[in-house]
Every structure is written in C-alpha cells, then in structure tokens.
C-alpha cells in the first residue's frame, strides 16, 4: 500500500511535496544522527530544569501532554499538549511548570538512565496534573544538513494546529504519548524514532515560509537556474565541473552563471564546488573511510597528493589528524 492510499485524508499535501524537487534537494540531506532522547513526567506547575549547553547538536522537545514553558535567550515559549520546539544551535535554556517556577541544573534531577541513549525523569508523581515532554538530541552530520542548520533561526516553535500533515502528525503526538505512558517492548526506538519525524516536520514548517528569512542557501535552492546548477554539484562531486560546464548545464553563459550564483549564495561556483567537496571528504573520512586514488577521484581529483593539500587547506588539518581528533563542526560552505 502506498503511503498516499495509508494516508488518504492528506494525500494531496504529500503529494505537492514529494513532487518538489525543492524540498526534496534540501531534505535529501536532513537526516538526525541521534545523540539522546529522555521523557520527563512532570507534576504540577512548580518544577523547573536547567539544561546545559552541548556543542554541535540541536535539541527538539515535544510535548505529549500538559503544558510548559520553555525559555530561552530572555524569551518565555508557552507549549502545550502537541506543540513542539526545536533549538537549531543548542544553547542553554530552562523548561518549567510555569513562569514563576525556579528551574533546576538538570544533573541535580533524580534521572533514570534506561539505557545508553535514553533517560527517563519524574518528579511531583503525586500531583493529578502531570506534563509529559520527550527531549531529544541530535546531531546533522551531512554537511549540506548542517549548513541548513547553521542557517536556521535559533527556535522554531510547531503548534499542534501547525502540523503539515494535520491529523496524520497528532496520531504521531498520541502515539509517542501512549508509548511513554507504558512500558512496552521495543517502546525506546519507537518514541525517539516518531521523535525524529515530528522534528524534521518542524524543520519542513521553516523551509515551507523561509522566504521570510534571510537564508541564502534555501533562497539559492529555490532558485530555478542556481538550485539545478547546485543539484549538479551535490549529487555528482565526482565531475570535472567547471563555470561554463554548469552554466550549459543550466542554459546560462558562462559570465551571466558566475554572477548570478555569486550573488545569490555569496560564494564563488569554484569555492563553494571545493568547500562542498572537502565536507563531503571530511564526513567520509569521519566514518572510516579510506583515502587512496579511488577515493579522491570520486570527489573530482586526479591526484592524492592534491586531494590531501586542498582538504588541509579547507578544513584546517590533514587528514589523519582529522580521522583521530574528536568530532568538531565542519568549515561552513558559505562562510
């Protein structure tokens, strides 16, 4: 059965997305690399947990049932039952009963490690009124997702009314509620697995109205002539491309091509060919990868010993002092 006959009542939305290629060049890359999940059970309106800062990971919080209050940069986020906020670059911030409530260091919580990747919090179980929230950490390895990232705002906030999918995304809520709710077989991978959907769908309601932000690469993207042009670039590294290659690929003279897509992404085509080349390397290197001629001439190099001097340059070490240091952000391709 196809996912459009299973969801019938929001075919016509699917669809009209699935048919973007858009939307599908920038969220061909968006895949969530799962750092941590936790449910807090939370009574009343008098908690409060202080979380800490954690460097190259985004941080999404789901509210299943109840209401809180997330703040954040100075600023009070009211969420309730199905709302959902995502923190594109995780900074320190509170979530709390209410707004007079006094938040807490969360390692001060008595906080139950289910496992490796998941936790679990309850305070106040007395109290009839009760808030359950899921939290999860993640990280966007894939250098294209990480730009998109990088160029979020701070926050987006989802409400339960603002889902893409409408009626198809509260079944998601009520089923990662009833799973936190139990203690059922395999209930960890299904509760942060349906996490992840609705944290893509907030990522989804961002690009749908980016056009009031001032992303450059979402905006180049959507632009008919430079987001095929980078389509090339990203699904084909390998090619030998060159300005008036990827402007007849395009039907765009050689000069008219370099300036628009300048304009448009505030990089040259050849910076951003190579910075995109070298985050890819960098990413495979990261998973083990070796790097020998076939390798290097899979991103468009003749040479290794070329290959190796340009990825010291871009990202700032060789190669094997990259594969051993701890994971670090990559080089933005626009910066």
């Given at each position: 059965?196809?996912i459009?006959?299973?969801?019938?009542?929001?075919?016509?939305?699917?669809?009209?997305?699935?048919?973007?290629?858009?939307?599908?060049?920038?969220?061909?890359?968006?895949?969530?690399?799962?750092?941590?999940?936790?449910?807090?059970?939370?009574?009343?309106?008098?908690?409060?947990?202080?979380?800490?800062?954690?460097?190259?990971?985004?941080?999404?919080?789901?509210?299943?049932?109840?209401?809180?209050?997330v703040?954040?940069?100075?600023?009070?986020?009211?969420?309730?039952?199905?709302?959902?906020?995502?923190?594109?670059?995780?900074?320190?911030?509170?979530?709390?009963?209410?707004?007079?409530?006094?938040?807490?260091?969360?390692f001060?919580?008595?906080?139950?490690?289910?496992?490796?990747?998941?936790?679990?919090?309850?305070?106040?179980?007395?109290?009839?009124?009760?808030?359950?929230?899921?939290?999860?950490?993640?990280?966007?390895?894939?250098?294209?997702?990480?730009?998109?990232?990088?160029?979020?705002?701070?926050?987006i906030?989802?409400?339960?009314?603002?889902?893409?999918?409408g009626?198809?995304?509260?079944?998601?809520?009520?089923?990662?509620?009833?799973?936190?709710?139990?203690?059922?077989?395999?209930?960890?991978?299904?509760?942060?697995?349906l996490?992840?959907v609705?944290?893509?769908?907030?990522?989804?309601?961002?690009?749908?109205?980016?056009?009031?932000?001032?992303?450059?690469?979402?905006?180049?993207?959507?632009?008919?002539?430079?987001?095929?042009?980078?389509s090339?670039?990203?699904?084909?590294?390998?090619?030998?491309?060159?300005?008036?290659?990827?402007?007849?690929?395009?039907?765009?003279?050689?000069?008219?091509?370099?300036?628009?897509?300048?304009?448009?992404?505030?990089?040259?085509v050849?910076?951003?060919?190579?910075?995109w080349?070298?985050?890819?390397?960098?990413?495979?290197?990261?998973e083990?990868?070796?790097?020998?001629?076939?390798?290097?001439?899979?991103?468009?190099?003749?040479?290794?010993?070329?290959?190796?001097?340009?990825?010291?340059?871009?990202?700032?070490?060789?190669?094997?002092?990259?594969?051993?240091?701890?994971?670090?952000?990559?080089?933005?391709?626009?910066?």
């Open positions: 059965m196809s459009c006959a299973f969801y019938n009542a929001d075919c016509t939305k699917l669809s009209l997305l699935m048919n973007s290629h858009n939307y599908n060049e920038i969220l061909h890359y968006l895949k969530l690399d799962s750092v941590f999940y936790s449910r807090s059970t939370l009574g009343g309106d008098r908690w409060g947990i202080e979380l800490p800062v954690l460097e190259n990971t985004s941080m999404f919080h789901i509210v299943t049932s109840g209401s809180c209050v703040d954040i940069n100075g600023k009070h986020y009211h969420l309730r039952t199905g709302d959902l906020v995502f923190i594109s670059r995780n900074c320190g911030h509170s979530i709390k009963g209410s707004e007079e409530a006094i938040a807490i260091d969360l001060s919580h008595p906080i139950k490690q289910v496992s490796n990747c998941y936790e679990t919090l309850e305070l106040n179980e007395e109290d009839k009124d009760q808030t359950t929230i899921l939290c999860g950490i993640v990280r966007v390895s894939h250098p294209a997702g990480a730009m998109l990232i990088n160029e979020m705002p701070d926050i906030i989802m409400r339960q009314d603002e889902h893409m999918f009626s198809m995304m509260n079944e998601v809520v009520r089923l990662i509620a009833r799973e936190a709710a139990g203690d059922f077989i395999g209930g960890e991978t299904v509760i942060t697995r996490s992840d609705l944290a893509i769908q907030a990522i989804r309601n961002w690009i749908d109205s980016s056009d009031s932000f001032q992303s450059k690469w979402i905006k180049a993207i959507k632009d008919e002539k430079i987001g095929k042009a980078l090339f670039i990203h699904n084909n590294p390998g090619v030998i491309w060159t300005i008036e290659s990827l402007g007849k690929e395009v039907g765009m003279s050689r000069t008219s091509f370099s300036n628009k897509f300048t304009a448009i992404v505030g990089d040259s050849l910076n951003y060919l190579t910075n080349r070298m985050n890819l390397a960098a990413m495979r290197v990261r083990g990868e070796s790097v020998d001629l076939d390798f290097v001439e899979s991103l468009g190099y003749k040479s290794e010993s070329a290959f190796r001097r340009t990825f010291k340059k871009i990202i700032g070490m060789n190669i094997s002092e990259y594969r051993n240091q701890k994971e670090e952000p990559l080089p933005g391709l626009l910066d």
